[in-house]
C-alpha cells in the first residue's frame, strides 16, 4: 500500500505540518497527502492523535516507513505503519478457513461515537464486512463489533489501532474466539458489561455497609461528631 498509518502525533498538529515534515525529509518521492484524522468535540473538530500520508508509490511508502521511523513532530515520536501489511498465501489460506477470526470486539467507545466514526476508523486497514454498536434505549452500551474480511486486516487494525483514542477514551480491542458468531460475541460481551455494572454496584453497597457498621461499632464518636 502507498498509505502509511501515523500514530502519536502531538494533538495540535495540522494537516500543513504532517504533509510538511515528510515532504522536506523525502530525498525522493513525493507526498501526495496528509491527513490528521479530527472527531468533534465540544463543538469543535480537535485532532485523534493519528493520520494518514499517502506517498507516491508502494516503494516510497516502504522506504519512508523505514527511514523516517521515529522522526520527531511537535515535541512527538511518530510512529509509522503500513495500513495493509503484505501477507503470503499460508495466511491467506488460513484466514479463509477461520472466518470467526475476522472478528474484533471493541470496548470502552465513548458514548459521542457513531457507527460512522468507528467505520471511518477501521476502514483505512481492510474491508469492513459488518459493523455492530448495539444499542439500548436510544444509546449505544459502549462496546462495538467489527468483522473484516480477511484475518490479516483483522490483525492490521488489532496491532495499528491499539493505542488509539477516541473521544478521549482509549479503545480496547480483542480478537474473537474460534466459532463466535457476531451473535455470540454480542451475548457474551453484555453478559460481562452485566457483571462489571453489578459487581460495581454490589461493592458500592458493600461499602454503604461497612460505613453503616463502623457507625453502629463507634456510637460514642459518632454522637461527638454531631455534637460538635
Known sequence: SRSLFVK???????????????????????????????????????????????????????KVCKDLQGTILDGHALILQHCHAKSDDKVSNRADKDKSSTKLIVRNVAFEATEKD????????????????????????????????????????????????LYGRHLVLERAKEGETLEDLRARTAAQFTDEQNGYQNSTKLAKKRKHMDILDKPDVMFEKIAR
Open 8 to 62: 502519536n502525533l502531538n494533538f495540535r498538529t495540522s494537516d500543513e505540518n504532517l504533509k510538511k515534515h515528510f515532504t522536506e525529509k523525502l530525498n525522493e518521492g513525493r507526498v501526495q497527502s496528509a491527513k490528521v484524522k479530527k472527531h468533534l468535540k465540544n463543538g469543535k473538530n480537535v485532532s485523534m492523535g493519528f493520520g494518514f500520508i499517502e506517498l507516491d508509490s508502494v516503494e516510497t511508502a516502504t
Open 118 to 165: 468507528l467505520r471511518q476508523l477501521f476502514s483505512p486497514f481492510g474491508q469492513v464486512k459488518s459493523l455492530r454498536l448495539p444499542m439500548k434505549l436510544g444509546n449505544h452500551r459502549g462496546f462495538a463489533f467489527v468483522e473484516f474480511v480477511t484475518k490479516q486486516e483483522a490483525q492490521n487494525a488489532l496491532q495499528q489501532l491499539s493505542s488509539v483514542h
